[in-house]
């Protein structure tokens, strides 16, 4: 089979004290997709930092960063833009990059969630409704992020009332605090949920990254990696960049006996006809 490499670049928390390698501005941004994707990614996942570094929804860093990426022509990475990450978004800012840049894919987080026991992850009905509209009225893929068991019935409501259409995509984030803990059985139970003909990629945060991405391979899944999940490469080793995340999902994907898919090959998996 086909893996495809997610790398997710940034995220709404680490900070460059964590870890000097995360890119923040629009411009390191760029640098580590085009990286990431001469490592063998075929999407990335990306948010944007305001200018003392913290996350932000502001369509401005999207539509800065957007630009830098599609002015090569020579990359055609998938972009999945986040739809949260800024505590300070409204729901309408939560939306307005997918309307004025088009992303092949973005997130779809499907429920609240208290985060790392600081705060709400606030995705309430009225919100994933608009949500699943606005992604549908401009023909972008739903990557449904799920933290815990509840968010695959929530994605299956959604899927009967239309709001999200056939075949799903989703990505099961383990070891968030609050959510599910990054285990073997538990990723196994969550690719039991979902509905057949559906995709699904996975990724463990800290220490259960390896574990999580050996497994996700064996069941047939694809792969999320990259700084967004984990500043630490190794135990005492912090992650030197992006893209060395990267290399290593596709030595691993190879030594699988799997292929790295190009972004060609995720559109097709994907189902996104553009
Ligand atoms: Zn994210």
Redesign the pocket.
């Known amino acids: 089979m086909k893996t495809i490499i997610s790398a ?1 670049l940034t ?2 928390w680490p900070s460059k004290k964590d870890n000097p390698a995360l890119p923040i501005t629009p411009r390191e941004i760029a640098k580590d997709v085009f990286e990431c994707y001469e490592a063998g990614a075929s999407i990335v ?1 990306l ?1 944007m930092r305001d200018d003392s570094g913290q996350g932000t929804m502001d369509v401005r860093k999207f539509k800065e960063t957007v630009e830098l990426i599609r002015k090569r022509t020579d990359v055609d990475i998938l972009l999945n833009l ?1 739809t ?2 800024d505590l300070n978004a409204t729901d309408e800012t939560r939306q307005i990059h997918l309307r004025e840049l088009r992303p092949e894919l973005a ?1 779809y987080d499907c429920g609240t969630m208290n985060w790392m026991h600081k705060t709400i992850f606030l995705n309430p009905p009225q919100f994933l409704e608009q949500l699943g509209k606005t992604m549908l009225d401009c023909n972008v893929k739903p990557e449904i992020e799920i933290f815990d068991a509840g968010m695959v019935y929530n994605a299956l409501y959604y899927l009967k009332q239309g709001i999200l259409k056939a075949p799903l995509h989703f990505q099961f984030v383990l070891g968030a605090a609050g959510g599910m803990a990054a285990s073997v059985d538990n990723l196994v139970f969550l690719r039991n949920l979902i509905p057949e003909g559906s995709t699904w990629s996975a990724l463990g945060i800290g220490k259960a990254h390896l574990p999580i991405m050996l497994a996700t391979l064996a069941l047939g899944g694809h792969i999320r990696v990259g700084l ?1 999940d984990n500043i630490m490469f190794a135990a005492g080793q912090p992650a030197e960049s992006n893209a060395q995340f990267v290399r290593r999902a596709a030595e691993l994907i190879k030594i699988a006996g799997n292929e790295i898919a190009t972004p060609e090959d995720a559109k097709k998996i994907l189902g996104i006809s553009r």
Request: no cysteine; glycine share 20%.
């Open positions: 997710a995220g709404a996942h948010h986040t949260s990450g997130s967004e």
